[in-house]
């Protein structure tokens, strides 16, 4: 069983920076895709970014582009969202997951591809 445990959330005021983490356990991390979600109250949960095995490739929704940066350290079986120039529409709860395919060919960014989830860490973005 996989278990995704994230940490770095809190609150900041507009314009600042957070570092999420997400430690992996119970399979063979490397081999696998990442992403971060987040879901804001009433709303869907939604694409943040995402990385592939080997992390060479990365993928952003377009509301982030250019303010956060996704990475992954596969000896320490962590991956991280750096965010910057935080907005107060960031806020929300955001999640790591782990794709449900094996070294993957091309990065997914549906909720339904990634089979396994962490329990999520609170973003607070003040204006």
């Known amino acids: 069983q996989v278990q995704l445990v994230e940490s770095g959330g809190g609150l900041v005021q507009a314009g600042g920076s957070l570092r999420l983490s997400c430690a992996a356990s119970?399979?063979?991390?490397?081999?696998?895709?990442m992403g971060w979600f987040r879901q804001a109250p009433g709303k869907d949960r939604e694409f943040v970014a995402a990385i592939k095995w080997n992390g060479r490739n990365t993928r952003y929704a377009d509301s982030v582009k250019g303010r956060f940066t996704i990475s992954r350290d596969n000896a320490k079986n962590t991956v991280y969202l750096q965010m910057n120039s935080l907005k107060p529409e960031d806020t929300a709860v955001y999640y790591c997951?782990?794709?449900?395919?094996?070294?993957?060919?091309?990065?997914?960014?549906?909720?339904?591809?990634?089979?396994?989830w962490g329990q999520g860490t609170l973003v607070t973005v003040s204006s």
């Open positions: 119970g399979r063979t991390f490397s081999n696998y895709a």
């Open positions: 997951a782990a794709d449900g395919q094996s070294f993957r060919s091309v990065l997914v960014t549906t909720v339904s591809e990634y089979n396994y």
